[in-house]
């Protein structure tokens, strides 16, 4: 079985007699068998490294994760992605026997209410600095676009709204931190400034989805601006749609024949 | 087109009979057969996987007198064929609908995701080498460095393939410590 075709044949996208000898391989024999579960963790690898193209993407939604023990697979896969790049577990990645014997872990550590609170106030600190320092230099309005970072940059506005800048693939469960949005009572409006990977598409539609809900598609359809470090998309978002809590934003290219995925974007809400 | 689960004892003893002679064996083939049919069915991009093999058992499981008389060959490859006209009878009796749009969210991962807890309980159980392999692999900037998969299992001593296998591997282990831990939480 070739990795091209087993890569189409979890995709869903083999014609029949080429799926057929798939099946009949996986049933009958224990290698082919095999393969099939290996290459069922090559693509959940290049899904989660964002590798698969748009189409691909939305097989591997629609098909692949039929299989309710793939999305086991899945949901390891990231929470392992998660785990391996969490500073707090190492620093480089490798686990020393030391560290690997340590009932006591960080985490446990972490789980603590001492270190919570502590943590918390640390972050109370952190945050009022940051948004102190960001108001004190930026000017009202201004998207801050100098650097690429994870962290998301925060310009409270003279009208009170607030400017997020975020980057695509940005995936909580990469490893990475998603960007932190700290609203006010007094913010009005969150204005996401949403950076553009590819060559654009001429407009956009947005959905914005909380964890665990399904996500609102935002009215009207957005069009690219340019700027000297690439294209980004600006899109205003009420303050009253946002609790507190994860979200993410999905982008589609709008094309003569329908939408397209495109990028997904991460961020927090804290309140 | 789904038939009650209502199978007798006696009709789900003789299936597992027909399978393998000694009961745990033929429990075990069982399962294997099942997990594998909902495989294909998943190629198709079958969401009813399960529900199509439950009724390809009960079909099955009431045929099996005739069945016996005149079937030879692997049993793993009938419940296939009947888990395909299964199918093909579900999808004729879908009603017409258009395809998912691309927008639809991906499953919810933070309420299923494991524990992060019992993945640190779990991971502490591996070697340490093999625990610092599998965190290896998924640490992004480590990763990037070494160039990727091929990198890795070279300053691991392994071919790209004897790779993919360990991983594959303790990743299958780590997934059952979990379950048992995720269980006693």
């Not at chain 1, 490798?94 to 502590?118: F, G, L």
């Amino acid at each position: 079985m070739r990795a091209m075709n087993l890569k189409s044949y979890l995709l869903g996208t083999l014609s029949e007699p080429e799926r057929t000898a798939i099946d009949r391989g996986l049933l009958t024999n224990e290698d082919e068998f095999e393969q099939v579960l290996l290459a069922e963790d090559d693509l959940i690898e290049e899904y989660l490294r964002d590798k698969l193209s748009a189409s691909e993407r939305r097989h591997f939604e629609q098909c692949f994760l039929a299989d309710p023990e793939r999305q086991q697979k899945l949901q390891l896969a990231r929470a392992l992605h998660r785990y391996a790049n969490d500073p707090s577990k190492s620093s480089s990645g490798s686990v020393t026997a030391a560290t690997a014997s340590t009932s006591d872990s960080w985490w446990a550590m972490w789980r603590r209410p001492v270190w919570q609170w502590a943590a918390a106030c640390g972050l109370l600190v952190v945050t009022l600095f940051g948004i102190r320092a960001a108001f004190y230099s930026t000017a009202p309005d201004q998207i801050v676009h100098s650097s690429p970072s994870p962290t998301m940059t925060v310009a409270p506005t003279g009208t009170e709204d607030v400017t997020a800048e975020l980057f695509p693939g940005q995936d909580r469960a990469m490893g990475t931190r998603s960007p932190r949005v700290k609203l006010s009572p007094n913010t009005r409006m969150v204005k996401l400034t949403l950076r553009l990977r590819k060559p654009s598409y001429p407009s956009y539609q947005v959905i914005l989805q909380a964890d665990d809900e399904e996500g609102q598609r935002l009215p009207g359809s957005f069009n690219p601006q340019t700027a000297p470090d690439g294209n980004y998309l600006t899109v205003p978002v009420p303050t009253k749609a946002l609790g507190a809590g994860d979200y993410r934003v999905k982008l589609e290219g709008v094309t003569p024949n329908g939408a397209e995925r495109a990028e997904t974007y991460y961020f927090t809400v804290d309140r | 087109m789904f038939h009650d689960w209502d199978l007798t004892q006696e009709e789900f003893d003789r299936l597992l009979a027909w399978l393998h002679p000694e009961r745990e064996e033929a429990a075990q083939k069982y399962e294997d057969i099942r997990r594998r049919v909902r495989k294909t069915m998943a190629a198709r991009g079958c969401t009813a996987a399960m529900e199509i093999f439950d009724e390809a058992i009960y079909r099955i499981a009431h045929k099996l007198p005739d069945l016996l008389v005149d079937y030879e060959g692997d049993p793993a490859l009938y419940f296939y064929g009947v888990a395909n006209l299964i199918y093909l009878e579900y999808q004729r009796n879908q009603p017409d609908t258009e395809e998912l749009p691309p927008s639809l969210p991906a499953p919810t991962i933070k309420n299923i995701e494991p524990e992060y807890e019992c993945l640190d309980e779990c991971l502490n159980t591996l070697e340490p080498k093999d625990k610092a392999l599998l965190l290896q692999f998924y640490h992004e900037e480590k990763r990037a460095k070494i160039d990727e998969r091929k990198g890795l299992a070279q300053e691991a001593g392994l071919t790209g393939n004897a790779l993919r296998l360990r991983l594959f591997r303790l990743r299958q282990k780590l997934a059952i410590c979990l379950e048992k831990c995720l269980k006693q939480k």
